[in-house]
């Protein structure tokens, strides 16, 4: 229900809207997305074919969705990063999603999942990994905690990395510049 | 001897003459300045460490001190050890800092700061191949360190195969609580059935500490059985010594080295990662159990024939998200380069041809595989893990068909993984369902050593215990009706404001003393009276299902069960339908109930330290069965490192026997032989590689 009411207030706002400041936008989603939460899409054919058809803009953010991240997951191979977000390397991405529940009552960066995770995912031991995360830096800001679904925009990065701090290794982050509380 | 050794060489020896000048001199107080001179001395392997002859070993000695001191000397019997090992040794030096790191196995509440200099002697794969006792002395500033070896004999061979079965953290608590939910007492107050691991014959105890400490982790616990030697907590194969590096540490061979060397094929079926604590045991050797990336890759190097359980994210490239390896090897493909069938799902291990297959690794979750429980009641825990994941059944009868195609025999190692995971967790229904699980592999075993010679020598043991019992049973309804009244009397989720309130009206309430204030302790849950003890346990009403599992885990009186050690929780005493950690850490705060988990359940203070979110080991000695060849040797009460030299002699293991390579053998005169006490095989070489 929430989906889809973003999804007409968005479709409004972008009927209003003329030039508007690159980061500010708001970018309209596709008209092919689901009004209700998404499920793990993981046949490799429809995650491909979401991906051709998106035209990557260098100046407005790109939506990016968890399901579209992967282009193949297998236990021998792990996951697969498909070309749509190969291509958003350096990019203005952004992003949707929930904090996983974090180490501190303020955060500087944290962990963007796709569905609300309950765990603290440094905290527990024997947790796995949900296959849909992102590791969110904010750029000179802070953030509180909370449980509400947020967007984030920013520059997309790929490539292999462990945090100084924690030691949390990733392989793709999102620098944000901006996040809105939805 | 490089010029600055030889300055310094003839610097302490001046000073050594010097002493020695005041020692005539000053009688007294010369021999003090003589004691404090000398330098601390770590001898590795360890003092009353016990070997069979031939078993290879790492020889490491560590002279905390500036410089090596000019009299250091090591002697073997009496024999210069560089003559018994025909090699000369490594010297190397290193600084350690007293309070931290690696060296804490050693310095930890000693007292000793700052940072120290070691210099180490080291001679690797070396071995004795005669019985005795062997004493091993280091000279080294005017004084003697010396520690003794004990040797043992090889006996014959009385079993072909070994089925060793782990169950980790399975203690005696563990056991009595999987046996009461599987089989039920009937109504003569005893148990339908015993479990397979409870008929098997022998009985014995196991104590399980390692040597730096009296609490032990999965890792020194299994390498005890593995190599009949004593660790250091998280450490494997190894005798820990103070250098950083975690991979040149002194090493002693293990079960599954001195296995292959008999020509056996060996395989290990688990539900961890399989280079998880318990399974890297059987063939690894490290420091650090965590280095799992290369405790994969000495598997291949020995070539372990049959690996299967989780842990993917280890043979992955790093470059995989999801990946913990540091490079970009494919331990995958280098796998199947080197011969092994790679299996991946639950479906492909099933349509493994045995008989055209010797070499299998399967692995089926990214890390490690879920449990009984989420496996067969919550599948929607198990998706993101790895979508087809065999049980341990599966996993350990594919493994039985590949290893004992082998004349010679084979070494299977079965671990019920989870058992202790879901100790730590304090999810005891998934553990209690693991150990039911790792019991009819048991059951298995047994009936296929009957059918194939009888000469399979199966035992179970644990590595460790947890803290793990049954106090009573709790009626759920009883318990639903007072949480009803409470949420009635306070507004919902205030249950711990009703708390502190009725805290404040009691030290309203007492009397003031004119010494001291009256002690104050917030009142019970009053939900706990849902609980039976004693007469009003009952018997709970868990009934039989299939494959020995109770029919549902759902009952209107489950148990209720005593964790002695745990962080602060919130316990609802129903079964969590998602497996969740009892508290979380916020990064430098202290331990706090999971939010996620029972949220309304009945609160438990801590009484770890406020790191811990979960429960720890404990020390109790576990319980170990077993029966086939050799079995009588569990009998009774022994040091854990005794479990290797019943599993190691049952099979005839005889590492003096192996050939020798042509040019490291070296006769000792027959004197000295004499003076070893000999054995019943007369053995003229010392061989040393």
Redesign the interface.
């Known amino acids: 229900m929430r989906r889809f009411t973003l999804l007409l207030v968005l479709m409004l706002l972008s009927a209003c809207s003329t030039t508007a400041s690159p980061i500010s936008a708001v970018t309209p989603l596709p008209a092919s997305t689901p009004t209700v939460a998404p499920t793990l899409d993981t046949s490799a054919s429809a995650v491909t074919a979401a991906s051709t058809s998106i035209k990557l803009s260098e100046t407005l953010p790109n939506f990016l969705k968890f399901s579209e991240m992967y282009s193949a997951r297998s236990v021998r191979y792990g996951l697969t990063m498909s070309d749509y977000l190969k291509a958003l390397d350096g990019k203005l991405v952004q992003m949707e999603g929930y904090m996983a529940p974090p180490l501190r009552a303020s955060l500087t960066f944290f962990v963007l999942t796709e569905y609300p995770m309950s765990l603290c995912p440094f905290c527990a031991s024997t947790a796995d990994w949900p296959d849909s995360i992102i590791l969110v830096y904010l750029e000179g800001m802070e953030v509180q905690p909370t449980v509400r679904p947020i967007r984030v925009t920013g520059k997309l990065e790929i490539g292999y990395q462990v945090d100084a701090e924690t030691g949390f290794v990733s392989m793709v982050r999102l620098h944000a510049q901006r996040y809105d509380m939805l | 001897m490089s010029v600055a050794k030889r300055v310094s060489r003839s610097v302490m020896l001046a000073c050594a003459v010097l002493m020695t000048l005041a020692l005539v001199a000053v009688p007294g107080r010369g021999a003090q300045a003589q004691a404090a001179s000398a330098p601390p001395v770590l001898i590795l392997p360890i003092d009353q460490a016990q070997f069979i002859v031939g078993q290879k070993m790492d020889v490491r000695i560590e002279v905390w001190a500036d410089a090596i001191p000019a009299d250091f000397a090591v002697k073997v019997n009496g024999q210069d050890a560089a003559t018994v090992f025909n090699s000369k040794p490594v010297s190397e030096s290193w600084k350690f800092d007293a309070t931290k790191g690696n060296a804490l196995s050693y310095t930890y509440r000693s007292g000793l700061t700052g940072t120290i200099t070691a210099q180490g002697t080291t001679w690797r794969n070396v071995s004795i191949n005669t019985p005795g006792d062997f004493k091993v002395e280091v000279m080294a500033g005017g004084k003697t360190t010396s520690v003794t070896y004990t040797v043992r004999a090889a006996q014959s061979a009385k079993a072909k195969n070994a089925i060793f079965f782990l169950g980790d953290g399975m203690a005696t608590g563990m056991r009595t609580a999987a046996r009461l939910v599987s089989r039920g007492l009937n109504k003569g107050g005893k148990y339908n059935s015993p479990l397979f691991m409870d008929t098997l014959g022998a009985f014995g105890e196991v104590s399980t500490n390692g040597y730096d400490s009296i609490m032990t982790d999965s890792a020194n616990s299994m390498s005890a059985y593995m190599t009949g030697q004593k660790g250091v907590v998280n450490s494997m194969g190894v005798y820990a010594d103070t250098s950083d590096s975690n991979d040149d540490d002194p090493k002693v061979q293990t079960m599954f080295e001195l296995a292959k060397a008999q020509g056996k094929s060996v395989g290990v079926c688990v539900t961890s990662r399989v280079t998880d604590a318990t399974p890297a045991a059987t063939w690894a050797h490290t420091r650090r159990r965590a280095d799992e990336d290369k405790i994969i890759d000495q598997a291949l190097k020995l070539g372990v024939d049959v690996i299967l359980g989780g842990g993917?994210?280890f043979?992955?490239p790093?470059?995989?998200?999801?990946?913990?390896r540091k490079d970009e090897r494919d331990l995958?493909k280098e796998f199947e380069a080197a011969g092994y069938t790679?299996v991946?799902?639950g479906k492909d291990l099933a349509a493994v041809d045995a008989s055209k297959t010797n070499k299998l690794l399967g692995?089926?979750?990214?890390?490690?595989m879920n449990v009984w429980i989420d496996r067969n009641l919550f599948p929607e825990n198990v998706k993101?893990?790895?979508?087809d994941q065999p049980g341990l059944m599966e996993m350990c009868q594919k493994a039985i068909d590949i290893l004992s195609k082998n004349s010679n025999g084979f070494v299977l190692m079965v671990e019920g993984s989870d058992i202790d995971?879901q100790e730590?967790?304090m999810s005891w229904e998934r553990a209690v369902a693991d150990a039911i699980e790792m019991d009819n592999v048991v059951g298995y075993a047994k009936e296929w050593a009957a059918k194939n010679g009888n000469n399979t020598l199966i035992s179970v043991i644990g590595d460790h215990a947890h803290a793990f019992d049954v106090y009573g049973t709790i009626d759920l309804a009883q318990f639903d009706a007072l949480a009803a009244k409470m949420n009635a009397a306070a507004t919902p989720g205030a249950t711990r404001a009703a708390t502190t309130a009725a805290t404040t009206a009691a030290t309203a309430a007492a009397p003031a003393t004119a010494t001291t204030a009256p002690r104050v302790f917030p009142t019970l849950d009053p939900r706990l009276a849902a609980i039976g003890t004693y007469q009003n346990a009952g018997i709970p009403d868990y009934k039989p299902g299939k494959n020995n599992f109770p029919e549902t885990w759902d009952v209107k009186y489950p148990l209720v069960i005593s964790w002695g050690d745990h962080p602060p929780y919130t316990d609802d005493f129903r079964m969590d339908r998602k497996?969740?950690?009892p508290a979380?850490?916020?990064?430098?705060g202290i331990a706090q109930p999971?939010?996620?988990r029972d949220p309304n359940g009945v609160f438990f203070t801590g009484n770890l330290p406020g790191d811990n979110?979960?429960a720890v080991h404990t020390l109790q000695d576990v319980p170990v069965t077993a029966m086939g060849p050799g079995s009588e040797c569990f009998n009774g009460w022994k040091d854990n490192t005794e479990v290797f030299f019943c599993v190691a002699n049952a099979l005839g293991m005889n590492p003096a026997s192996a050939p020798a390579t042509p040019a490291a053998s070296v006769v000792l005169p027959l004197v000295l032989l004499g003076a070893l006490g000999g054995s019943t095989v007369l053995r003229r070489k010392l061989i040393v590689r």
């Open positions: 993917s994210i043979f992955q790093k470059s995989v998200p999801g990946s913990d995958f790679v991946n799902a692995i089926f979750s990214a890390s490690h993101s893990n790895g979508p995971k730590h967790s497996p969740l950690d979380v850490v916020p990064s430098g999971n939010p996620a979110n979960n």
